[in-house]
């Protein structure tokens, strides 16, 4: 299993509740890889190409290593902040790399949106050319939105 379908799995299982600021939940996930994804490296504040992933995963396989990069917003709620995070997103090269975003805490769904027409599903399309998915995680239940 590559690292990107491992750490999806678990984002997906991963049940956070309410934490009061973005490095809370992202300690909480981190602790979690750490814990299941043995001999893998996971790294917070990893520096990558100018910018900064809140997690990177590089998993061994077979044949050869197999990395993804994980970024936390918690409250998006401006424009801002949504611009910010797609170009946090842009630095990671997202027609190279495996993105994983996840939003945690109170979104607002019209940004959701935005985010979604920019980056489609990996396979929801013939020619898609983005590697990015995106997670939400409602502060009592967690639920999942395909990118």
């Not at 998006?76 to 090269?93: I, T, Y």
Request: hydrophobic fraction near 40%; aromatic fraction near 8%; charged fraction near 30%.
């Amino acid at each position: 299993m590559s690292a990107y379908e491992s750490v999806l799995k678990l984002v997906r299982e991963w049940k956070p509740g309410a934490l009061p600021s973005e490095l809370k939940y992202r300690d909480s996930l981190a602790a979690l890889l750490r814990e299941r994804l043995k001999g893998a490296k996971i790294e917070i504040e990893y520096r990558h190409s100018g910018t900064t992933s809140d997690i990177y995963v590089k998993q061994p396989g077979f044949f050869d290593s197999t990395e993804v990069f994980v970024e936390l917003k918690r409250n998006l709620q401006q424009k801002a902040q949504l611009d910010r995070l797609v170009g946090q997103v842009e630095s990671l090269e997202p027609k190279r790399n495996w993105i994983i975003v996840i939003l945690c805490g109170d979104t607002n769904p019209a940004l959701v949106t935005r985010f979604r027409e920019k980056y489609k599903t990996p396979g929801e399309f013939l020619f898609q050319d983005t590697r990015v998915m995106l997670v939400a995680k409602a502060v009592v239940a967690a639920t999942e939105v395909k990118a």
